[in-house]
């Protein structure tokens, strides 16, 4: 059985997504899509930012939600960089300990579209870090390109961020953080996936760097990195064993990318090419231990 990184769920499902015009899974179709596939429980990521979504999603239902369904959900609560006050010095960890206290195990999806080093955002690291819970991120190439925190290629600023708060743990996530697993991507290929074989570029370097950089494998970014180069997935899997996630990042269970990254991660068990202690810890066991489950 998995163990889902990163989902998304709603009772109401809301206004559409413009891009196209789908709603959220309710949580009862999200555990019905879990059974056919083989998932025992996810990550849910509320939706903070108005960059992302049609109507935020409060922490509390996300809390209710878990509830609700004991043993299939796991709640991250979700704060926008700019909340209580747009401002550098806001008490941010107030918060974030105050939903860790009711049960939130990290805080995420971050999706506000402002640069990484901002310094909202690096009090938003600043809150997370002394909440002592961990970071999920999106990344995003550009301001004004839709939602997720900005950094350039090569990943200055996230690195800076890694160096500032090295007792946060960062979930890296989307294409433009997963497009940085080979050397040198160009701007198209930040903002979609890229293929051929994988010339090593910045997040395993990172990852060999700052042992607080996680990787979660969720959405066709996160499997795209690892299908694109078979051989390079396996030695990629192998050496950061300890700090990659299994993810799905449903929106919809109708999602064709669905299966993807289950197939590929069984495939390369079946076949030999990945250890069994290695699938098993990518699968859930290192959810079950990052996260004190």
């Not at 290929?189 to 051929?196: A, D, H, L, Q, S």
Request: net charge negative; with cysteine.
């Amino acid at each position: 059985m998995f163990i889902d990184i990163h989902v998304h769920t709603r009772r109401h499902k809301g206004f559409p997504r413009l891009a196209d015009q789908q709603t959220y899974a309710s949580p009862q179709e999200l555990v019905a899509a879990y059974d056919r596939i083989g998932i025992e429980r996810g990550v849910i990521l509320p939706g903070a930012s108005p960059e992302c979504c049609t109507q935020p999603q409060s922490n509390e239902e996300v809390l209710e939600i878990a509830a609700n369904h004991p043993g299939r959900f796991i709640p991250f609560c979700n704060i926008d960089p700019r909340a209580l006050s747009n401002s550098p010095y806001a008490p941010l960890e107030r918060m974030l300990c105050y939903y860790r206290d009711l049960g939130c195990k990290g805080i995420g999806e971050v999706t506000a579209n402002l640069r990484i080093i901002d310094p909202l955002v690096q009090n938003l690291f600043r809150g997370a870090e002394i909440a002592g819970i961990p970071l999920t991120f999106h990344l995003s190439p550009y301001v004004g390109y839709s939602y997720g925190l900005v950094d350039e290629a090569g990943l200055p600023g996230l690195e800076e961020s890694l160096k500032r708060f090295p007792k946060l743990k960062f979930f890296g996530h989307s294409q433009a953080f997963w497009a940085e697993m080979g050397a040198r991507p160009t701007l198209s290929e930040r903002m979609n996936y890229p293929k051929g074989p994988v010339q090593e570029g910045r997040v395993p370097q990172l990852m060999r760097q700052y042992p607080n950089l996680y990787g979660d494998l969720s959405a066709h970014s996160g499997a795209n990195s690892l299908i694109r180069d078979r051989d390079y997935a396996v030695r990629f899997l192998t050496e950061f064993q300890d700090r990659l996630f299994f993810g799905t990042d449903i929106c919809q269970p109708t999602m064709p990318t669905l299966r993807t990254l289950a197939d590929f991660l069984l495939d390369l068990r079946q076949q030999g090419d990945l250890a069994e202690e290695v699938f098993q810890k990518i699968a859930r066991d290192n959810a079950i231990r990052v996260l004190g489950l």
